[in-house]
């Protein structure tokens, strides 16, 4: 059973850096994409980008001036990282893996349980 | 980026009701479209993907259709455990988007 797992700080200070990892069991990391979705108290989900096992990432534009993703093959594990945080960063942040099915359709089809970030003073 | 709207953003229906929820995109995706259920605190799941194909796991009252810019999914005789928050997402390409949600509540 293929399980993901976030892990990271729960509240980061406003300007600071968000650091988190996805750690996956069950599957390799290698050949693969791997997302990260957050979803702000209330509302819906966003999609913040992915990365392949060589390290190859697309990022939503929204974010990309401010994001890094990068993956540990050897550690089975990916990590993305935040800076210049504000409150509007506030959000549970889900890895997710990504699988590209026979009909070529991407899908995002197993998820962690989520991190819950707070970027507060 | 490709807008997904999706209707109604709330429905409340009763166990055992056949409910629709629409997802329209602002151009064609072709079938390049996927649908999650949320339940509360909970991780999204893959419900319906390209376009039609029921995840494994999930009940066959679910269903998926359309392509290009239209899609819909239906549940079919409502169960108390679907109550939950639907979404659409495209995958045709990146940035990936994700429609506003239709909260599903069980009268």
């Known amino acids: 059973q293929v399980q993901l797992q976030e892990s990271g700080p729960g509240l980061v200070k406003p300007s600071e850096t968000l650091s988190l990892t996805c750690s996956v069991s069950?599957?390799?990391?290698?050949?693969?994409?791997w997302s990260w979705i957050r979803q702000p108290p209330g509302q819906g989900l966003e999609w913040i980008g992915h990365?392949?096992?060589?390290?190859?990432?697309n990022y939503n534009p929204s974010l990309k001036s401010r994001l890094t993703m990068s993956i540990d093959t050897s550690k089975n594990h990916f990590s993305l990282q935040l800076g210049s945080l504000t409150a509007a960063d506030t959000a549970v942040y889900y890895c997710?893996?990504?699988?590209?099915?026979?009909?070529?359709?991407?899908?995002?089809?197993?998820w962690g349980q989520g991190a819950t970030v707070t970027v507060s003073s | 980026d490709i807008q997904l709207t999706q209707s109604p953003s709330f429905l409340s229906a009763s166990v055992g009701d056949r409910v629709t929820i629409t997802c329209r995109a602002s151009?064609?995706?072709?079938?390049?479209l996927n649908w999650y259920q949320q339940k509360p605190g909970k991780a999204p799941q893959v419900v319906i993907f390209?376009?039609?194909n029921l995840q494994g796991g999930v009940p066959s009252r679910f269903s998926g259709s359309g392509s290009g810019t239209e899609f819909t999914l239906t549940i079919d005789s409502l169960q108390p455990e679907d109550s939950a928050t639907y979404y659409c997402?495209?995958?045709?390409?990146?940035?990936?988007?994700f429609g506003g949600g239709t909260k599903v509540e069980i009268k």
């Open positions: 390209a376009g039609t």
């Open positions: 069950g599957d390799s990391i290698r050949s693969q994409f």
């Open positions: 997710a893996r990504v699988n590209i099915t026979s009909f070529g359709v991407v899908v995002m089809d197993v």
């Open positions: 151009q064609s995706v072709r079938n390049y």
């Open positions: 990365i392949y096992s060589s390290g190859t990432t």
């Open positions: 997402q495209q995958s045709f390409n990146t940035p990936r988007t």
